[in-house]
């Protein structure tokens, strides 16, 4: 990863990327060309935790849901009932419950617990 990260500083001044660590947790890895006045070029890296802010996004797109699935379960992770998704999205709650099988189903979880804990960015296992 550290690798990759390196490779693209090479058309940029900065980059990040974010991956799971071997335990299932997520992290921010940055790094920046630092400019000094003379002698080679010197990086910085930094490695922070990546919260559900940054995560969620990327997950709801590599789960290949729908620009209407995406909408609910963010409203799920904001913690909104069927009830409330519906009045907000002027759907059915029937056709909530409807999109949020669907989304557990690409997620491969069977509760709103566990979508929540993956789409969060939670370990869900061992590593």
Do not use: K
């Not at 989304?103 to 789409?119: D, F, K, M, N, Y």
């Amino acid at each position: 990863m550290l690798s990759a990260v390196l490779a693209m500083l090479g058309t940029r001044p900065t980059t990040s990327v974010r991956t799971r660590t071997a335990d299932g947790l997520w992290v921010r890895v940055s790094a920046a060309r630092l400019t000094p006045t003379v002698g080679p070029a010197t990086i910085a890296v930094t490695l922070q935790s990546a919260g559900p802010t940054e995560i969620t996004p990327l997950l709801l797109r590599a789960y290949g849901l729908t620009p209407r699935q995406r909408v609910v379960a963010r409203l799920l992770l904001a913690g909104h009932s069927s009830q409330q998704i519906a009045s907000t999205l002027h759907l059915s709650p029937h056709t909530v419950n409807d999109h949020v099988r669907a989304i557990e189903a690409r997620v491969g979880v069977h509760s709103r617990t566990e979508l929540s804990a993956v789409l969060g960015g939670q370990p869900t296992g061992p590593a």
